[in-house]
């Protein structure tokens, strides 16, 4: 346990919401709902984490990577992003905030910078980055929810700004910056709620927006599809990815160890709401066909999503990390595991007693010494997959400006 993620309780809910008390963020308002908050002005840069050019951009990050070899050799990989890349991404973080109240206010505070540099800088290597900032539903609200104290506007009066935010940002962006350029939507946890709400309402069946959607990476989230198929649902005409070529779909998925599936009261691995013959959707990034695959993950050295009080885990035993990222190839596979009640991303870490380097992951949420089963690997769904998504995007933009009309 030592050599995994140890936090508080913040570090333990930080990514909950899309399946907590916020489950339904992007929902339409009750009839007893609050009046709006007055929209943002996304024409402030201010009011985004990324955008090229931007000054302060958050996704100008260090993100070199330390690669651990089976045999213990390490080499330094650089990482440089593509300006000419041919697609754009637009990501929505999940919740990180502990700004008081029900929702966050638009400060750009280290817990959104450091998201985005572990969940969404990376992908600079085949898109170009638009990330907006908008008023989440905020840890300190999830936390008074859970105590059975829940703030005005938790459950039947919450407000949609969260969705709103989102909304108007992708507006902003699709008439100020797209230009016709295919996108990339990312999003974990109550991000990727919003984001699902956003392809529903804005781009699901809208052939001049739907055109130039390239593909949806939700994490952390349960996208419902019927049992055995890959469209309907919650989408009516985006459907899985099932290769690389492939464009307007979507890769969702939920992680657990494999030696530890989803509990029975699980978060995740099934639709939020049941119904007959729905499933959740699981898309492995490593083998979208299909099959184990290997993952290409990118870990934070000293860092996640999450504040964390552990030692940090000693990925070359002996060896110091001097890089902000580590890497180790052939550590980790994952293959999409469907029973009665859950489908999810089953992750296993080769155990190699003669190889120096680590045969563990940080990811586990502990609370009072106790993993939270349940939650399975929530903290790390990006990490773990975020080079094959890398190379994915890059893939399927390829392929997008090959078929573009």
Partial sequence: MSRRVLAGLAAALLTAAAHGAFAQASSPPAASAPTPLPPNDYSDK??????????????????????VNADGSTRTEPFKADSGAPIDC??????????????????????????????????????????????????TALFEAMQGHPLPGTTSERP???YDDVRDAFAYYLA?????????LIGHSQGSSLLTQLI???????????????????????????????????????????????????IAYASFRDNSPPPDNSRFGRPRTP??????????PANLSGGEGALHSYFGVSRSIAPTADAPIDWDKGKTIATPFVSAPG??????????????????????????RTSDIPGDIV???????????????????????????????????????
């Fill in 90 to 139: 637009f990501y929505v973080y999940p919740t990180v905030s502990l700004d008081p109240g029900l929702l966050a206010t638009m400060n750009i505070e280290p817990a959104e910078t450091r998201v985005v540099e572990q969940q969404f800088a990376r992908f600079g290597a085949s898109c170009r980055l638009y990330a907006p900032m908008y008023r989440q539903f905020t840890l």
């Fill in 275 to 284: 119904g007959e013959g729905l499933a959740a959707a699981c898309v492995n």
């Fill in 331 to 356: 550590l980790i596979t994952a293959r999409c595991v469907s029973t009665p009640q859950f489908n999810y991303l089953a992750i296993h870490v080769k155990a190699d007693p003669a190889s120096p």
């Fill in 176 to 184: 100020h910056e797209n230009h016709g350029r295919g996108f990339v």
């Fill in 160 to 162: 949609t700004t969260p």
């Fill in 46 to 67: 201010a009011a985004w984490l990324c955008w090229p050019g931007k000054t302060g951009n958050a996704c100008d990050v260090d993100l070199a990577t330390t690669v």
């Fill in 200 to 250: 529903k309402n804005e781009i699901d069946g809208k052939p001049a927006v739907e055109a130039r959607l390239v593909s949806a990476i939700l994490m952390g989230t349960s996208l419902v599809v019927p049992k055995g198929a890959d469209v309907g649902g919650d989408f009516k005409t985006v459907p899985l990815c099932r290769n690389a070529s492939q464009v307007a779909c979507a």
């Fill in 367 to 405: 609370v009072g010494g106790q993993v939270m089963k349940d939650w399975g690997l929530h903290l790390i769904d990006a990490n773990l997959a975020m080079g094959n998504l890398v190379d994915l995007v890059r893939q399927e933009g390829h392929a997008w400006i090959v078929g573009k009309p």
